[in-house]
């Protein structure tokens, strides 16, 4: 990855966190919030692969624990995890699949408000199931609006032509 | 294939699979771990601790950021609150719409108690009062149904047999006769009233005296007759009928005396007539009834 790519690749993750804990996070529709960051995560792990997304990742979710005053380290493992299945996802079945956005996005949006929801509750917080359940179904839809726009834009920005796991050589056996 | 030769990558400018992956799983695992670290770290640490400390610091590094974005987003969140109070209004329209709907039939319902309280406060009363026949008893009875068409003199109320209500039991209200009990059923009991043309009742003028029968009139539906009075009685405009009562010694009018049954509007006679047309408005309200008193004789008083 250029310093460049690297460059514009912190910046969206940057802009991205403050975004959503500072403008999104108040914004309720249909009883829940659109998560622009994660669907910016799992577009960067698409198109910058596992370690990128991983990495983007853990740092995205260390500026919205540092900005919230939260647990220091719970949304960074989280989004940690989230990237880098996304990122895998997208090295492997979902590679150049049209769908692959949409699918990673709805699929990790659920997974991520289930894991948010028993991480918690692991770490002896006081949290009603319902009320962070039941915003995951209508999460699941406004980040799948979102997922198409998103990943256009975060493609253009940190595309830089050829993924990191792409075969980028032939090995012949001889 | 042999032979044939195989340009090979430079070693160390392209990472093998393994090695690649292997770096991924490091890098990844290592994050983990440093997330729980930081996990224990922030639980495990006082307030004053050095995370929090440094977790203040960056808060109050990324404040800045957080006020651009929030003024650069403020734009976007006023309109998108501008079209949800749109959504919340029509919605708000409804429910009120709803309610208003709601709290109009409760009007509708609390008027109609009030004058039913009026009613029935009347009708006690007129039980309470003079005119009331002694030996009989009241029987308070809602209005619940009237039968349809112009030339059914009738209503039913919600007391029948199992009340004690029998056929010609006399209907009353506390401004006077209604009619008679036509028809009973265990629960139930239809009234023909005054100006029904099957009815008559024997009734006295009380100023003069005179006697007659009260019927239906010719004129029209709401207004009676008092028939059967000879030319010679005097009768006026503006005196009181009421019901005569009369007893022979087998037979008894079915209407206690002494109830009125109205007011004599217009008085006249003719030459080919025997008697005097004399024109009674009653003083029940027959088209607007709510609620009547059905008069049940005493045990000790029947004859």
Redesign the interface.
């Known amino acids: 990855m250029s310093p460049s790519v690297a460059a514009r690749l912190a910046g969206v993750v940057f802009v991205g966190s403050i975004f959503q804990v500072s403008a999104i996070s108040s914004v309720r529709v249909l009883g829940a919030t659109p998560d622009l960051l994660l669907v910016v995560l799992v577009s960067v792990a698409l198109v910058r692969g596992a370690l990128a997304g991983a990495i983007a990742g853990f740092a995205a979710g260390l500026i919205v624990d540092v900005a919230t005053l939260g647990t220091l380290g719970l949304v960074a493992l989280l989004l940690t995890l989230a990237g880098y299945w996304a990122g895998r996802y997208g090295e492997t079945t979902g590679r150049d699949r049209a769908y692959a956005p949409l699918l990673a996005v709805i699929a990790i949006t659920a997974l991520y408000g289930i894991a948010a929801y028993v991480l918690t509750f692991m770490l002896g917080e006081p949290v009603s199931a319902r009320g962070a359940l039941l915003p995951v179904l209508p999460g699941m839809l406004l980040n799948a609006v979102l997922a198409y726009p998103v990943h256009t834009a975060v493609r253009r920005l940190v595309g830089g032509g050829e993924r990191t796991q792409r075969a980028r050589e032939v090995e012949l056996l001889v | 294939?042999?032979g044939?030769s195989?340009r090979?990558?430079a070693a160390g400018r392209?990472p093998s699979r393994s090695t690649?992956a292997l770096?991924?799983r490091v890098?990844?695992g290592a994050?983990?771990v440093?997330?729980?670290?930081?996990?224990t770290?922030?639980?495990r640490q006082s307030e004053d601790g050095p995370?929090a400390s440094a977790?203040?610091a960056?808060?109050s590094a990324?404040r800045p950021?957080?006020?651009?974005?929030?003024r650069?987003?403020?734009p976007?969140?006023d309109a998108?609150a501008w079209v949800d109070s749109l959504f919340a209004a029509r919605s708000d329209a409804k429910r009120l719409k709803e309610e208003n709907d709601q709290l109009r039939q409760r009007v509708i319902q609390n008027q109609f108690a009030v004058r039913e309280n009026a009613r029935l406060r009347g009708l006690l009363d007129f039980r309470d009062g003079p005119a009331y026949p002694r030996d009989y008893q009241g029987l308070g009875a809602s209005v619940i149904a009237r039968p349809a068409g112009a030339f059914a003199q009738a209503i039913v109320v919600a007391v029948g047999a199992k009340d004690g209500v029998a056929v010609n039991a006399p209907v009353v209200t506390e401004d006077g006769l209604v009619g008679l009990v036509t028809r009973v059923t265990s629960s139930t009991a239809r009234v023909t009233l005054l100006t029904d043309e099957q009815l008559a009742v024997s009734a006295l003028d009380v100023n003069s005296n005179a006697a007659g029968v009260v019927r239906h009139g010719r004129a029209s539906a709401a207004t009676l007759i008092l028939d059967r009075v000879p030319k010679e009685a005097i009768v006026e405009v503006g005196d009181t009928v009421v019901t005569a009562g009369w007893r022979s010694s087998k037979l008894a009018s079915l209407y206690p005396k002494g109830i009125p049954i109205g007011k004599v509007t217009s008085v006249g006679q003719t030459d080919t007539d025997p008697y005097k047309q004399v024109q009674v408005t009653p003083f029940a309200s027959l088209s607007a009834l709510d609620a009547v008193l059905v008069l049940v004789r005493k045990a000790e008083s029947l004859p």
């Open positions: 294939m042999l044939v195989v090979r990558p392209f690649t770096r991924r890098v990844v994050l983990v440093l997330a729980l670290v930081l996990i770290f922030s639980f995370v977790q203040g960056a808060a990324l950021f957080e006020i651009a974005a929030e650069v987003a403020q976007f969140r998108y």
